[in-house]
T-cell receptor, first 110, second 113 residues
Framework: QKEVEQDPGPLSVPEGAIVSLNCTYS??????FMWYRQYSRKGPELLMY????GNKEDGRFTAQVDKSSKYISLFIRDSQPSDSATYLC??????????FGQGTRLTINP | DGGITQSPKYLFRKEGQNVTLSCEQN?????MYWYRQDPGQGLRLIYY???????QKGDIAEGYSVSREKKESFPLTVTSAQKNPTAFYLC????????????FGPGTRLTVL
């Protein structure tokens, strides 16, 4: 079993929809949780960074962490075609190395 | 502009040849990392360096080598011992190894012919 599981998709939704992207993990010691966005043939860019449980909002993006269920989510409101990309979750335990999910490929259709 | 640069963007290599991928950063970050990305497998850590003249193996170091002679530079050599080198290679950096927000370069696509 992988430490971090992420549905690879692909996920295709119409413009304006609310998108929910999810990861589950097995290591209860993970404390730091990140979401990266990666456009095709580009490097990942850090979108959201959260510590421990709870929600964090930044514009149209909301990151949610539920440590009791070992489950994290990224919500995108009012999705735009420019949001079409692969979204990677990543997490770690303090100064330990990051563990990445496989990435979910998302397409927003105009 | 502050950031991480990788060169070249595309690289072709014949089997049996060593090749070196460049990674430079001007963010004044202490820690640097090399990852490999394959379709459907996420990112896997090859090597990382916490400070100059120091580096540690990641999860898939076999067939790779690195050096860290300058803070700004962390080149990766893919040797002929790497059995399946065709992949997308990503370099990243963070302020130090305790600060786990990592920032990535644009990547190098290596194809072995």
């Amino acid at each position: 079993q992988k430490e971090v599981e992420q549905d690879p998709g692909p996920l295709s939704v119409p413009e304006g929809a609310i998108v929910s992207l999810n990861c589950t993990y097995s290591n209860s010691a993970f404390q730091y949780f990140m979401w990266y966005r990666q456009y095709s043939r580009k490097g990942p860019e850090l979108l959201m960074y959260t510590y421990s449980s709870g929600n964090k909002e930044d514009g149209r993006f909301t990151a949610q962490v539920d440590k009791s269920s070992k489950y994290i989510s990224l919500f995108i409101r009012d999705s735009q075609p420019s949001d079409s990309a692969t979204y990677l979750c990543a997490m770690c335990q303090g100064a330990q190395k990051l563990v990445f999910g496989q990435g979910t490929r998302l397409t927003i259709n105009p | 502009d502050g950031g991480i640069t990788q060169s070249p963007k595309y690289l072709f290599r014949k089997e049996g040849q060593n090749v070196t991928l460049s990674c430079e950063q001007n963010l004044n970050h202490d820690a640097m990392y090399w990852y490999r990305q394959d379709p459907g497998q996420g990112l896997r850590l090859i090597y990382y360096s916490q400070i100059v003249n120091d580096f540690q193996k990641g999860d898939i170091a076999e067939g790779y080598s690195v050096s860290r002679e300058k803070k700004e530079s962390f080149p990766l050599t893919v040797t002929s011992a790497q059995k399946n080198p065709t992949a997308f290679y990503l370099c990243a950096s963070s302020i130090n190894v305790d600060q786990n927000e990592q920032f990535f370069g644009p990547g190098t696509r290596l194809t072995v012919l």
